[in-house]
């Protein structure tokens, strides 16, 4: 089944400076890759996603790239501010629209 | 997007007893998903509840240890059946409102000490 591998899995950065969180799987079948940010006592909320026929998307300060050759893609957010402290979460899945299996989570702490 | 409410919020449980979480969806949903998140760690997903007929589980998930109900579109309820204190987790409800999106939302979560 598929494997997906996140990394680094705590994160401290400066408000204002650049946040990025990398995660690698093992199927190349899979062709859907979410991102979510898990605030405390939260459910997971979905941020950004992206589509195996795009190599990359952005929203605003956060932005997602892919590397299909590699098996990897990563998320990066800009100019992070306090309220971007939280457990993020990678994820892929197949066309078939089936199961999400997910990264192991980064904790990202943006010190003021 | 679709709102997914789930309760109880949080629950203490005494060993050997059960406790069946409820999720209600806002709108009607292609599928729904039980989801597994042990304290400090990530996702695990127990099982995908299928309207009207038996839930599909992953390896290392039971029926007879996780009984799963989907009778509509819109609701499921998850039982944590003779419980331990491994139990103790938060169990996530999720759901995938259309056909051929892969876009899953979340609910709140339950979180569950079994004592």
């Known amino acids: 089944g598929e494997n997906v591998e996140q990394h680094p899995s705590t994160l401290s950065v400066q408000e204002g400076d650049s946040a990025v969180i990398k995660c690698t799987y093992s199927?190349?079948?899979?062709?859907?890759f979410p991102w979510y940010k898990q605030e405390l006592g939260k459910g997971p909320q979905l941020i950004i996603d992206?589509?195996?026929?795009?190599g990359e998307k952005k929203d605003q300060r956060i932005a997602v790239t892919l590397n299909k050759t590699a098996k990897h893609f990563s998320l990066h957010i800009t100019e992070t501010q306090p309220e971007d402290s939280a457990v993020y979460f990678c994820?892929?899945?197949?066309?078939?629209?089936?199961?999400?299996?997910f990264g192991g989570g980064t904790r990202v702490l943006v010190k003021p | 997007s679709a709102v997914i409410s789930q309760k109880p919020s949080r629950d203490i449980c005494q060993r050997g007893t059960s406790l069946t979480i409820q999720c209600q969806v806002d709108?009607?949903?292609?599928?729904m998903f039980w989801y597994r998140q042990q304290p400090g760690q990530s996702l695990t997903l127990i099982a995908t509840a299928n309207q009207g007929s038996e839930a599909t589980y992953e390896s290392g998930f039971v029926i007879d240890k996780f009984p799963i109900s989907r009778p509509n579109l819109t609701f499921s309820t998850l039982t944590v059946s003779n419980m331990s204190p491994e139990d103790s987790s938060i169990y996530l409800c999720?759901?995938?409102?259309?056909?051929?999106?892969?876009?899953?939302?979340f609910g709140q979560g339950t979180r569950l000490t079994v004592v």
């Open positions: 999720s759901a995938r409102t259309r056909v051929g999106n892969t876009e899953a939302f």
């Open positions: 199927d190349s079948a899979s062709n859907y």
């Open positions: 709108s009607q949903v292609t599928m």
């Open positions: 994820a892929a899945a197949k066309a078939a629209g089936n199961k999400l299996t």
């Open positions: 992206i589509r195996s026929n795009v």
